[in-house]
């Protein structure tokens, strides 16, 4: 069986309470999904970073689910390209 692996933009918003947790150092180290940042702005108060996430579609999936389940604002950006 084939795992294909996407790149999914997405924008994750933090807040204040987040802002000085390593999310994705805990989201590579659970999930095989590789974060790549493109952009971010990282305030005492809150932040967001722009990045794909590349990795299986499943694992992106799950991992999109646990951000959310830990506070994050995700925001999908755009189109999904498989490899």
Do not use: H
Request: one cysteine or more; hydrophobic letters at 45%.
């Amino acid at each position: 069986m084939s795992t294909s692996t996407i790149e999914v933009r997405v924008k994750l918003t933090f807040p204040d309470s987040l802002i000085r947790v390593p999310v994705l150092a805990r989201l590579t180290r659970t999930f095989e999904v590789e974060p790549n940042i493109r952009r971010a702005n990282v305030e005492e108060y809150q932040g967001w970073i722009i990045c794909e996430l590349v990795g299986p579609a499943g694992a992106i999936e799950s991992a999109v689910a646990w951000l959310r389940d830990e506070g994050v604002g995700v925001d999908l950006l755009g189109d999904v390209l498989e490899s």
